[in-house]
């Protein structure tokens, strides 16, 4: 375990810093730099005024604006009681990885969800459907953003794989979880807020296997349901919660001791304008303030990974089982390969 604590130190002290800030750079890098000082050390950075050109950042302030543009357009809308939507949740006396009820609506009823205008109470809705949604269901505003980042293709080799829009109030909530991909995450209106962990930090985050379940809405009834999957599937997740509420905090703080007692996370705020650079296989966590009319829209490029001698070495350390994390009340370690696509 000491060793794994020196790698932490070491990775801050060689490249990261450690004052669990975003390096932030206050316009576009070259392709050069930033896959010198970025891409290449797996490091974090915020671009401000990346985006300033986008017509996006004026027009998509106007609900009016975005009603007439997807008039005609259904979107993915997925529905929790309370926001975590891919998070653990209780379910008959221990945790289980719940997934949204997702339902396909027009636009405009969606975005009436969302900003809580006819929303009961128990429902929270997040439009954050992961497949490329931004150029299928959300077509008609194409034109309102750059269809890549330019000196992220450059740097990168390649054109994104996906484009995904996400809209959100201020519950909806991202739990901690890790993608295999290059990320450039771009907030148009209202702001994120992003916890940062390394990805030679996996120790901390304490993955496990959880078993999958599903939340259903009842219309009719305004009552979700969480049933587990049948057949039983498992789903290895981040344990940690780093805001628990103030029921579950001594819970949070000694069955985690690793992430509540280590270093802090890097953690960053996101505004319009504003482009994140998060690297592959690190861990996030995601918040939102919405703007005035209460929603956080944010678009982001997702970019292949190269699975090269960097990812190696992280499964192998992930695979290296620490004695002394001690789990009572935890399912057991994961050892193989973790993605967050569940
Ligand atoms: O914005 C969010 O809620 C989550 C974003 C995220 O997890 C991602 O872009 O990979």
Request: glycine letters at 4%; hydrophobic letters at 35%.
């Amino acid at each position: 375990m000491e060793e794994i604590e020196t790698l932490w130190k070491e990775v801050r002290e060689l490249s990261l810093g450690d004052s669990g800030r975003v390096d932030r750079l206050e316009c576009p890098p070259t392709p050069l730099q930033f896959l010198r000082d970025f891409v290449c050390q797996n490091k974090p950075c915020i671009i401000s005024n990346a985006t300033l050109h986008w017509p996006a950042l004026s027009s998509w302030t106007h609900d009016s604006y975005l009603t007439g543009a997807l008039s005609s357009a259904d979107v993915s809308l997925h529905l929790t009681p309370h926001g975590q939507a891919d998070a653990l949740v209780p379910l008959d006396g221990s945790l289980c990885f719940s997934s949204a009820h997702v339902q396909r609506m027009p636009f405009t009823e969606a975005l009436g969800l969302i900003t809580n205008n006819e929303s009961p109470s128990k429902l929270v809705a997040y439009a954050q459907q992961q497949n490329n949604c931004f150029l299928s269901e959300y077509s008609a505003l194409a034109a309102d953003c750059d269809p890549h980042i330019p000196w992220a293709s450059e740097a990168l080799g390649c054109l994104p794989d996906a484009v995904n829009m996400w809209i959100g109030n201020h519950l909806s909530t991202t739990s901690f979880h890790k993608d295999h991909y290059e990320n450039l995450y771009a907030v148009v209106t209202g702001q994120k807020h992003f916890l940062l962990l390394p990805p030679t930090d996996v120790h901390r985050m304490y993955i496990r296997m959880y078993p999958a379940a599903q939340y259903s809405y009842s219309h009719a009834t305004g009552e979700f349901t969480l049933e587990l999957e049948k057949p039983d599937r498992y789903v290895p997740w981040c344990s940690v919660d780093p805001y628990p509420s103030p029921e579950d905090r001594d819970k949070q703080l000694s069955n985690f001791p690793l992430y509540f007692d280590g270093p802090k996370p890097f953690s960053c705020t996101l505004n319009p304008g504003d482009i994140l650079y998060l690297p592959s296989m690190w861990f996030h966590h995601v918040r939102q303030s919405p703007d005035s009319r209460g929603r956080t829209i944010a678009v982001n490029y997702w970019y292949d990974m190269q699975f090269d001698i960097k990812y190696a070495y992280f499964n192998f350390l992930q695979s290296i089982h620490c004695l002394s994390i001690k789990t009572p009340t935890l399912p057991v370690t994961v050892h193989e390969d973790l993605d967050s696509d569940a």
